[in-house]
C-alpha cells in the first residue's frame, strides 16, 4: 500500500489541475463573451450579434481544451495516460475547429439575410445571393465534417498505417467507394451546379412533378418544395440538373395568363373586349403591362374568347384571372343573355302523304 500513499498525491493534484483548467476556461470564456454580447447590443451591430451567438458553443468547447492542452506538462501522471489525454485533447480540439468554422458559415448566411432581404417586390437579385450562400454553406458543412472526421481518424497510428496500405490499391478501392457513394457525390455535383448556373433559387415558384409550389428549402441533398395547398414535395437535388421542370419565375417574377370564355355567335365581341379591359383598368391586381381579348377558336356551337392579362406574379395572377373570368361571366349573364352558349336545331314537321 505504501506505493498508493506516494503516488495519491501525484493523482490528487493532476485531478485538481484538470478541474482547475476546465474551470478557468470556462470563466475565460464566459468573460469574452459577455463582453461581446454588450458590445454588440450596444453598438447595435447584427453581424457582432450574430457572431457571438454562432460561435459561443463551439468556443465553450475550445477555451477549456486549450487550457487543458497547456498544463500538459506538468501533470503528475503516467507518461502513457497524459499521451492518451492529450490525444483526446487534440480530438476534440479538431472537432470543436470544425464546428466552429460551420458556425462562421453561419455567421455568414445571416449577415447575407440581412443585407439581400427577400420580403421587397423585386426580391429576383436577393433570392439568387441567398441561394448560393445557402448552397455552399451546405457543401462547406459536408467538406469540413469530412475533413475533420479524416482529421481525427488519421491521429491514430493504426488507422494511418491502414491508410498508407490502402493508398497502394487505392484504384480498386476508389472505384468501389465511388461506387457506393455516388448517389451522395451526384446531389453534391447537382448543388455546385445550382449554384452557379442557377436553375432553381429560394422561392422560386416551380411546377415539378403535376405541382405547383414555392422552392422552400435547399438542402445538401435534396429540396423542399411548398405546394399551393401547403403540402410538401422533397426532390432531390439532382432532378433539378437532370430533368425539365417549369421556372416561373426565372428570370422575373411577372406572368401572362388567360381566361377562356365561350359564348353565342350573336355575341359582340368588341364590347366583351371593352369590357375586359373595363375590369382589368378597376383590378388592383393587374399590371398595366398586358392585355388582350381574342376569338381564339370557332366551332359549330360556339366561339372561343381567349382573354389575356398580366400580373406581378403568380399568387396575384390567380387572383386576377378567377376574378376576369367571373365578372365577363356576369357581363354576358346581364347584357348579353341570348349570346351564352346554346345548341341550335331545326325540327321540321312531317309531310302529309
Known amino acids: 500500500m505504501g ?7 501525484g493523482w490528487l493534484w493532476s485531478a485538481a489541475l484538470l478541474l482547475g483548467a476546465t474551470f478557468l476556461g470556462l470563466v475565460v470564456h464566459f468573460v469574452i463573451f459577455s463582453l461581446g454580447r454588450k458590445l454588440a447590443q450596444r ?11 454562432h460561435s459561443s458553443r463551439p468556443a465553450r468547447m475550445i477555451f477549456p481544451l486549450l487550457v487543458l492542452f497547456l498544463v500538459m506538462p506538468v501533470l503528475q501522471l503516467p507518461r502513457n495516460l497524459v499521451d492518451s489525454l492529450r490525444h483526446l485533447i487534440a480530438l476534440g480540439l479538431i472537432a ?3 464546428w466552429l468554422i460551420i458556425a462562421f458559415m453561419d455567421v455568414t448566411e445571416d449577415f447575407i439575410s440581412l443585407k439581400y432581404k427577400t420580403d421587397v417586390q423585386d426580391n429576383l437579385h436577393a433570392r439568387r445571393i441567398r441561394t448560393q450562400a445557402l448552397v455552399f454553406k451546405r457543401i462547406v458543412t459536408v467538406v469540413v465534417g469530412l475533413a475533420a472526421f479524416a482529421i ?14 490502402i493508398l497502394a490499391s487505392a484504384g480498386l478501392a476508389g472505384l468501389v467507394v465511388g461506387l457506393a457513394a455516388r448517389p451522395a457525390l451526384t446531389n453534391i455535383v447537382a448543388g455546385v451546379q445550382i449554384a452557379l448556373a442557377e436553375p432553381i433559387r429560394l422561392d422560386d415558384v416551380v411546377f415539378v412533378e403535376g405541382e405547383w409550389g414555392r422552392i422552400e428549402e435547399i438542402g445538401s441533398t435534396y429540396v423542399v418544395v411548398r405546394i399551393w395547398d401547403l403540402r410538401r414535395l422533397v426532390v432531390p437535388l439532382s432532378y433539378f440538373v437532370e430533368k425539365p421542370f417549369q421556372n416561373w419565375t426565372r428570370k422575373t417574377a411577372n406572368l401572362l395568363g388567360t381566361v377562356f370564355v365561350y359564348a353565342d355567335y350573336a355575341v359582340s365581341v368588341e364590347a366583351v373586349r371593352q369590357e375586359l379591359h373595363r375590369i ?12 388582350a381579348l381574342e376569338v381564339t377558336n370557332a ?8 382573354a389575356l392579362m398580366s400580373a406581378e406574379d403568380s399568387p396575384k395572377l390567380w387572383d386576377l384571372r378567377c376574378q376576369v373570368r ?24 312531317p309531310r302529309p302523304h
Open 280 to 291: 382589368l383598368q378597376i383590378s388592383e391586381i393587374w399590371d398595366r403591362k398586358a392585355w
Open 3 to 9: 506505493w498508493i500513499k506516494q503516488a495519491w498525491p
Open 326 to 349: 367571373e365578372k365577363l361571366v356576369a357581363f354576358l349573364q346581364q347584357h348579353y343573355p341570348q349570346s351564352l352558349p346554346k345548341t341550335r336545331a331545326e325540327i321540321q314537321e
Open 152 to 165: 481525427m481518424l488519421m491521429t491514430f497510428p493504426s488507422i494511418r498505417q491502414v491508410g498508407t496500405s
Open 43 to 53: 453598438t447595435a451591430s447584427s453581424f457582432g450579434d450574430s457572431f457571438v451567438r
Open 299 to 306: 366551332s359549330e356551337h360556339s366561339l372561343e374568347l381567349r
Open 96 to 98: 470543436a475547429g470544425a
